[in-house]
Structure formats: C-alpha cells, structure tokens
C-alpha cells in the first residue's frame, strides 16, 4: 500500500445460485473488520463486495425455479444486500456480474489480452463440474466425481473455445508468489500449495460455447465469457476500468477470497492482468473454511439452519463477534450454537457487558457519573499494553488474536476491580484519589476496548462509547487511543449492553 491511495479491499462475489450462508458471512465480516481496522488507522479504504451472476450454476437453478436468470440474480442479489445490511457491512460498493459497468470492462480485458496474442483458438476436451464452474482433470476426480461436489455428475465437454495462453506467464508469476515483502500469497502458509500451481501451468480455455448465460465473447457472440474470467474482473470494474481514473483505486491492496479459490486469484488472475497490461494486486488473502458438525457450510452440503437464525440468536453484532473470536482468520475453524451461547455468555454478557454497567454505575454512585482527574495505575500500562499487541496482530490480519488482546484487557480490568474492591474504598474518605485512580482506569479501560471492538462490532461498541460520556461522537483515531484521558466525562448507565441469555427450559 502506498501512502496517500486508497486501501482497497474486496471480498469474494458469491455464486448467485442460493441465498447467503454463514459461510459466505464469515468471510464478509472479517473483510469488513480489516476494512474498518484500516479505518481506524486513519486510511482511505474502498470496500467492495458483489455477487457471482453468469455461468451454468445459476442458468441451471433459475431454470429449476421456472423463472428466467436475470429474474432469478435480481431476487438473490436482494437477499444478499439486506443480509449484509443486517450484519452491519460497511462495503462502500456492491458489484453485480450483470451490469454493464462490469460487461465493459470484461469486454476490454478480452480485447487487451487478444491485443497481446494471448488468446487463440483450440479444442477442449475434458471435464466440467458446474458446481466449482471448473475443468477438472482425470486425477482430480474421486470415484468420478468432483471431490467437491460429490452429489453433482460431473460433465463432458468436448468444444472448440478460445484459450488464454496462461503458460507464457510462469516465470513471473513464480517471481510474484516468491515475492518476500509485502508477501503475494497470504497468509504465507498457502504460499507453497499456490506455487505448485504454478509449476504445473497450462493453458486454459476461457470461453464456453453454447451457454447463453453470461457475457458474449466480444467478435465472436456464438461463444460467451468463462465465468471465472468473467467473475475475476469484477475487482477491475468496482474501480471504473478502463476510464483512466481506475488507477486511483486501483491496484487492489487486497482481495480477501476462501482457500478454496487460491488457483484463480493468485494464479489465473494475475496473469489475466499481466497479459492486459494492468498491474497486478498487492496481495491476495485466502481465510480458511467454516464447518458445522465437521461438514463443510454450503448450499451443496445442505446446511441445517439459515444466517438469519444464526443471527436471531444474540443480534448480529455477536455472531459477528463469535465467529471472528472463534474461528482463526488464518485456518479453519467450526460453528456450533452451544459454542456461541457459552461465547456470548462468558464474552459478552458478563466479562465486557457487567464490566461496563458496573463501572459506570460506580461512577454515578460516588462520583456523581463524573470521571475525575486521576494519576494513573497499573491497569492503564495494561491498558497501553493491549492497543501494541492489537495493533500487531490487525496488521497481521490475525483478527482473532487482535480481539483475544482486547478481551485480555476486559479481563484484566475485571480483576482490577475484584482487586481495588471500589466499595470499600468508598468508605474510606482518606481513600478518596485511590479510588478516583481506580474508576478512571477503569473507565479509560473501557474505553479503549470499545476502540479496539469497534471493527468487530461497530454499534455496540459506539453505543458503549457514548455511554461513557467523552463529549465526542466519534472516537479517535488508533494513534490517539493512548491519549485517551477519561476526566470529565459523564457517564451514562443504562440498559445492559449483552443481555445474559437464558436457554429456554425443555
Ligand atoms: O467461489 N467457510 O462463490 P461461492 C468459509 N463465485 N468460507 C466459505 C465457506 C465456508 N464454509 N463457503 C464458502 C465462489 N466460502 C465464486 C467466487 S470471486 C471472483 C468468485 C467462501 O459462493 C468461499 O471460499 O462458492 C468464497 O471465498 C466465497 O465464500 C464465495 O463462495
């Protein structure tokens, strides 16, 4: 990222064939936390998220529906807009596949990569499987079938396409995934896996004849766009391509995809952009994969329950908080209601959610819900301590370690407070500056927190800022966060901010 450009970050456009899942929401709200990390830092970000509309998946379901395509994605592409409302997205951009801003900038990436005689004409011969809209080859078959998409017949396909000569691309393309700083391939563990790719590259075709639904190949309509060549230039038209004023967003900082897409960002896109002259991302990021009960979470392995009951259960600023605590944004991770209730329960109800009413309504008890000016105590080096070790793990993108450091911080103002018993003090009128120490530490803790939660939780955390009465509506910037100096504010009890959940009684 250079200073003064955009931080540009995108998420995966998710294949229009079904309503959003959970899986598809873990990956919107950690692309979202390092969207308002960034934020935080002070950063110009451009979010883009989008939906996937082309290809034979989707012609196939809306075909399955009795509707035509373009009524089926319009439908689908409403439901996932209100489902990332309701999650608290920030995306300053939505893409969708089958608009003409997107078909230009399609149109001119063929055109560019024809220009440079990258793309010719040959027979494919081989295997499709419609629920990966990939080529699949002999070996990657199990039982003759997609290890992916076992419940599909997998099909043959034997036509004469245009191919991209990807093969000419790789020499640099091992140059860019052996690149040490910034690293390409993130995190740096996928890196070898992503490089064998490369090592065994070939050609691949990149137009589908006889499949009307997508983008017409530009001179030649009888074929139309490869979906995948259609779906990655998606983060090209998000920034106004080919309008020269692209460059100002473009390239992008970041494209936060699955690990099960590695082979098309860092292998089949870079090339695309090569070979079009356009330079190529800063970095890609493959997060892991969500289970449920050891299953994968996809509309293929019919999941048990929707995102919206997963949301009904604790508001969705705690499913999103559970699943970034929960699940490694670096690895796999799995997703069970048990396992959120304890979360919420522990997490939120009592460690952050009683921190907060019982620290303010100290205040509002002794000191009139007024933070008085105080020399500060060991909580506050605690305090300082957090924001260091947060920002380290954000900047990793290692967003469960950068909640886990705010959490330590809450657990530790916790102790502080079974320590200092406040109470007790009270009485004490010679006590008077010890305890006006220990709230204000207290309230600066919170504070702090709230800072650190607010990408992860941006609402509540806004709400517990404005309870604690700083006078400013918005809370500062990171680098401001050790200045942080809570005397005078007037703080506000209220209502719990995580209400403790109680199963209903069977
Ligand atoms: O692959 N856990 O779409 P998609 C974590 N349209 N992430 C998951 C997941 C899970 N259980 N299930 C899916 C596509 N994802 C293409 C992308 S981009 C130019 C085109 C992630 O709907 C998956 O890894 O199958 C991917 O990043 C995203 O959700 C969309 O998956």
Known sequence: MTDGKRFYITTAIDYANGPPHLGHALEKVGADAMARYRRLLGQRVHFVMGLDEHGQKVAQTAAQAGVTPQEWTDGIAARFRQAWAELGIGNDDFIRTTEPRHRAAVEEMIRRMQAKGDLYRATYAGYYCVGCEAYKTEDELVDGRCALHPGREIEWMEEEDWFFRLSAYREPLLALIDRVDPPFVQPVARRNEVRRMVEEIKDISVSRSLMPWGIPWPGDPQHTVYVWIDALTNYLSATGFPDPS?????????????????????????????????????????????????????????????????????????????????????????????????????????????????????????????????????????????????????????????????????????????????????????????????????????????????????????????????????????????????????????????????????
């Open 246 to 506: 692209y460059t100002e967003t473009w390239p992008a900082s970041v494209h936060v995809i699955g690990k099960d897409i590695t082979r098309f960002h860092c292998v089949y896109w870079p090339a695309m952009l090569m070979s079009a002259d356009v330079p190529v991302q800063e970095s890609v990021w493959a997060h892991g994969f969500m289970t449920m009960g050891g299953g994968k979470i996809s509309k293929s392995a019919g999941v048990s329950f929707t995102l919206e009951e997963a949301v009904e259960r604790h508001g969705a600023e705690a499913l999103r908080f559970y699943l970034l605590r929960e699940i490694p944004w670096d690895g796999d991770g799995s997703f069970s209601f048990d396992r959120f209730d304890e979360r919420y329960n522990a997490d939120l109800a009592n460690d952050l959610g009683n921190l907060a009413n019982r620290v303010l309504s100290m205040v509002a008890k002794y000191r009139d819900a007024i933070v008085q000016p105080a020399a500060r105590v060991e909580l506050d080096e605690h305090a300082d301590a957090a924001v260091r070790q947060y920002r380290a793990a954000m900047d990793a993108n290692l967003l469960h370690e950068g909640v886990a450091s705010a959490m330590r911080l809450v657990s530790q103002a916790n102790a502080s407070v079974s320590v200092a018993a406040p109470w007790k003090l009270a009485k004490d009128p010679e006590q008077a500056a010890a305890l006006d120490s220990v709230l204000a530490s207290l309230v600066r803790s919170l504070a702090v927190a709230a800072v650190l939660l607010s990408p992860f939780m941006p609402q509540r955390m806004a709400e517990l800022w404005r309870r604690l009465g700083t006078g400013r509506a918005e809370m500062p910037l990171l680098d401001g966060v050790g200045a942080i100096d809570p005397a005078g504010w007037a703080v506000e009890p209220g209502e719990p901010l995580f209400p403790r959940y109680e199963p209903a009684k069977a």
